[in-house]
């Protein structure tokens, strides 16, 4: 028997987090730059159409729509320069104020959740005695590696859950400061809404499902507490049924964890986003 829960031992979360960090870390400054050179090159092709407009005699040029469009300049300077470094006098940077928070609900709910979830998966597994009837009793035999399949699909959900959000949330913000930078671009700036949506659609998979892995620890726990222990193939029909009923609804209900998600944030991961200024 291993000293701690595999979970502790492989420990995804850990290993899942400095390996997108460290890709975060390579790929995310060159893209800020990149971004801030394609915020000057937008801001001096707008203003050169605004002054051809303003010199040609357009109607619709005003002094309160220059201020407007140098307002929405700055804006989209500041929103990529501060992509991740955070402005004098705040606490967080642009990403930092979704991390900071999502991380904040993470802790509450704890990482222990997890681990709770796989060690109540061991604690039922160890209800039943394997059984040995031999080849010609295959009923008991395949009934019960259904079960131990069924354990092993509710563990990789478990990690599924919210390592999934984890990584979708990298991905995404390896693009968020050159779609920002469209923010100015009055055809365009539906690309910078979009990642903002989508980008917080992932920073709340993995809260949703440490919120559902906590509610359903507590279901799972409960069947084991009524099962007794060294339940052997007499028993199969009626205790191994129910916990097998036990663990199909926690994997029937993990799709909850996207669409609640996708409810809150106006759409999945890949739809387009609301615009409130359209």
Same mark, same amino acid.
């Given at each position: ?13 850990? /290993? ?16 800020? /730059? ?49 992509? $991740? ?9 642009? %990403?930092? /104020? ?12 704890? $990482? ?25 009793? %295959? ?14 699909? *509710? ?5 599924? /859950? ?61 069947? *084991? ?20 009923? *036990? ?32």
């Amino acid at each position: 028997m291993p000293p701690a829960p595999l979970i502790t031992l492989i420990d995804p979360y850990g /290993t899942i987090n400095r390996a997108l960090q460290t890709m975060l870390d390579v790929i995310v400054p060159g893209m800020e /730059t990149a971004a801030q050179t394609l915020v000057l090159i937008l801001i001096g092709i707008m203003m050169a159409h605004f002054f051809y407009r303003m010199m040609f005699g357009d109607q619709h040029i005003t002094m309160y729509a220059a201020l407007q469009r140098l307002a929405a300049f700055e804006a989209a300077w500041v929103l990529v320069r501060y992509y $991740r470094t955070v402005p004098p006098g705040f606490s967080y940077s642009l %990403l930092g /104020t979704i991390d900071g928070t999502m991380r904040d609900w993470m802790v509450l709910l704890g $990482r222990g959740t997890v681990e709770d979830m796989w060690k109540n998966c061991d604690l039922l597994v160890g209800r039943f005695v394997a059984p040995t009837g031999g080849i010609w009793e %295959l009923l008991p035999v395949l009934y019960y590696f259904t079960f131990i399949a069924l354990v092993s699909i *509710v563990k990789a959900l478990v990690i599924y /859950t919210t390592a999934y959000g984890f990584i979708g949330q990298a991905l995404t913000r390896i693009w968020g400061a050159p779609f920002l930078a469209f923010a100015i671009v009055p055809k365009l700036n539906q690309l910078s809404w979009n990642w903002f949506w989508t980008y917080l659609n992932y920073s709340m998979l993995p809260v949703m499902g440490m919120a559902y892995i906590f509610v359903m620890t507590r279901y799972v726990g409960q069947a *084991v507490s009524v099962i007794p222990p060294g339940v052997t193939e007499a028993g199969y029909y009626t205790y191994l049924g129910e916990a097998m009923m *036990v663990l199909i609804t926690f994997i029937l209900c993990v799709p909850l964890v996207r669409q609640v998600t996708a409810a809150l944030t106006g759409g999945t991961g890949a739809a387009p986003g609301m615009n409130p200024f359209r």
